[in-house]
């Protein structure tokens, strides 16, 4: 089996197990109670996604000191509370990282 269909072949076995359990529970199963507490899921998960690939070498060691990624996060936060935009923010926090390490 070659690389490129054992790709595919997990991505699809992903996606339908994700997808039989959004498209077979109804959402009146749901209290509003529950809707509530799922709706802080997206905002629980993400800084676990963020945190690493900010603070984590690729030792695996957490580095503070001479760390581009956290003036680019700093500048792409500031940029996204005030301008409301995601696309805003993607592009600050990338063009910032680029300019601090290919310019700086």
């Known amino acids: ?3 490129w269909a054992l790709i595919i072949y997990c991505g699809l076995i992903t996606y339908f197990t994700r ?3 959004i498209a077979l529970i109804k ?14 899921v997206p905002s629980a998960i993400f800084p676990a996604i963020i ?3 900010i603070f984590i070498n690729n030792e695996g060691i957490i580095q503070i000191e001479d760390n581009p990624k956290i003036l680019a996060a700093i500048i792409a936060l500031v940029i996204g509370i ?3 935009s995601i696309i805003a923010t993607i592009f600050s926090g990338l063009a910032s ?4 390490i290919f310019v700086v």
């Open 1 to 3: 089996m070659s690389n």
């Open 19 to 21: 997808f039989t359990m």
């Open 27 to 40: 959402k009146e199963m749901f209290n509003e109670r529950i809707r509530e507490i799922l709706s802080f």
């Open 51 to 53: 945190f690493p690939a």
């Open 82 to 84: 005030f301008s409301r």
């Open 97 to 100: 990282y680029w300019i601090l």
